[in-house]
């Protein structure tokens, strides 16, 4: 029995620009890749730049099993004002002069908030409160007040200091967990030194196994429409891989179960030529289908 092969599914690993939502950016893939079947994996606020997922065709059914929670940042911190958004877009509410920060103080304060913390996400976050998100909220003229959640800081480093007048910037490097925002880290940041804090620049460079080294500009893209994973090897890159015979290949096409072997979290099933059939989880007595990657056809 042969399979239904997903042709042209895959993902585009995009460097979006600044100024662009993620939606922008999808419309763009689709008239790239001249198809409507695209989606993203893990939005980037407008002001962001950097890595950003988007599926195309099949692979669009892959973006929620995908195991995002690692991230990884630059970013410049401006401390000596704080504003509405946490960012550069937002509205100075607070400055005091930085001039007298130490690059001591800075590290002491940047340790604090490293490792396991507990972590008050930005108003203008997609957070939802009483059915809107936050930033919706915001714009608004509501005044929102986020609670306190964990979030793993895994790594908060120090590039570089400049001095502006009466500001310090910071470049940093910033490795955390998903749901972690790193304007969030700027403003605390600036709070703890006592001059406020917020963003002037923020780029992704990694989520989970994707990263820069695979990405394209929308230009590149526009002039040669490409993906940067085949199917195949977007499942082998984000997924731990569980070896099928040919006989269980087939079983799996047309959503039967196998015997767990005791892996956890969903997985991948690779046929004897190296094809990704489906994706699996266990339960009890089962390995399951949870997305099948070639269906029976």
Do not use: N
């Not at 079947?37 to 950097?50: E, I, K, Y």
């Not at 500001?167 to 790193?182: I, M």
């Amino acid at each position: 029995m042969g399979f239904v092969e997903p042709e042209g599914a895959g993902l585009v690993i995009v460097d979006k620009p600044a100024g662009m939502t993620s939606h922008d950016v999808v419309a763009r893939c689709r008239r790239a890749m001249r198809t409507r079947r695209v989606g993203h994996a893990g939005t980037l606020d407008p002001m962001a730049t950097g890595v950003l997922i988007i599926g195309v065709e099949r692979a669009t059914k892959l973006l929620g099993h995908l195991a995002l929670t690692t991230k990884a940042y630059t970013a410049t911190v401006r401390l000596g004002a704080a504003t509405t958004t946490d960012d550069a877009e937002g509205e100075v509410v607070s400055s005091a002069s930085a001039a007298v920060v130490d690059e001591d103080a800075v590290l002491a304060g940047i340790a604090a908030l490293t490792g396991d913390i507990e972590q008050v996400p930005s108003s203008v976050s997609a957070i939802k409160v009483d059915g809107k998100r936050a930033h919706q909220l915001v714009r608004e003229g509501v005044e929102v007040k986020l609670a306190a959640r964990p979030v793993t800081v895994s790594s908060f480093a120090a590039l570089a200091f400049h001095r502006a007048g009466a500001f310090l910037d910071v470049d940093v490097a910033v490795e955390c967990s998903s749901g972690t925002y790193v304007r969030a880290l700027a403003r605390d940041l600036g709070t703890a030194l006592g001059v406020g804090g917020h963003l002037t620049a923020l780029r992704r460079t990694r989520v989970g196994p994707y990263d820069l080294s695979h990405a394209v500009t929308l230009d590149e893209l526009a002039e040669s429409p490409r993906l940067s994973y085949d199917i195949d090897e977007a499942v082998l890159a984000g997924f731990t891989r569980r070896d099928v015979t040919a006989e269980q290949a087939v079983d799996l096409s047309l959503g039967r179960w196998l015997d767990p072997i005791g892996i956890r979290g969903v997985y991948a099933a690779i046929d004897p030529d190296g094809r990704a059939i489906a994706l699996l989880e266990e339960s009890g007595r089962r390995a399951a289908t949870v997305f099948v990657v070639r269906p029976a056809g």
